[in-house]
């Protein structure tokens, strides 16, 4: 698919199918965050969690809804969640890095006809949290960034999105 029929075609799904991802399908979205551009080229500073399996991703959505904040599946039952943690370090640009290598993801999984989501509250959920950080295998310097649910969505061929443009000044 062209790219930017691509970006085009690309809108949040929240509705998944139970079908898995293929591993050459994640291997690809994993590459694609690889080539995303990062400040200062500091790809070491990045750690990408991958959780493929419906257990694990349940276990984790289990003890999100026991603190007590999210009150639907907060994974919306995809068969993927990939998240992006970081040691905190320049506030502004982790996060800027994070949206690169989010929308690298998202991009490449909706090129391969996967839907996908950015999600970022569960992340702040998570941070307030050391038994959620514990749960994703991360040490206190790390924090979850954000993370990316991608999946087969139920409802095929979704209309594209009618967006309503941005404020845009030439000078
Ligand atoms: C930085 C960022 C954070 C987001 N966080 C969430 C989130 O926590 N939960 C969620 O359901 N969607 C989240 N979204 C998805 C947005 O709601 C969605 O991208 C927006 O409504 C535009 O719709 P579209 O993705 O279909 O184009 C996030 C998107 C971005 C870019």
Redesign the pocket.
């Known amino acids: 698919m062209d790219i930017l029929d691509t970006i085009k075609k690309?809108?949040?799904v929240?509705d998944f199918s139970e079908e898995k991802i293929s591993e050459e399908h994640l291997k690809i979205i994993l590459d694609a965050a690889y080539h995303a551009p990062i400040g200062r080229a500091a790809y070491n500073r990045y750690e990408l969690i991958v959780i493929k399996h419906k257990e694990k991703i349940d276990a984790l959505a289990q003890k999100i809804a026991e603190a007590g904040i999210l009150t639907k599946h907060p994974f919306f039952h995809a068969p993927i969640v990939i998240f992006v943690a970081a040691k905190p370090n320049r506030e502004r640009l982790d996060g800027c890095d994070t949206?690169c290598l989010i929308e690298n993801m998202m991009l490449a999984a909706t090129s391969l006809g996967l839907g996908s989501?950015?999600?970022?509250?569960?992340s702040e959920v998570i941070n307030g949290r050391p038994f959620l950080l514990q749960a994703l295998g991360l040490s206190d310097e790390y924090r979850a960034m954000?993370a990316v649910v991608i999946g087969h969505p139920k409802e095929k061929d979704l209309p594209p999105?009618v967006r309503p443009g941005i404020a845009t000044r030439v000078l």
């Not at 989501?117 to 569960?122: A, D, E, Q, S």
């Open positions: 690309r809108q949040s929240r949206g989501c950015f999600l970022y509250t569960v954000s999105k």
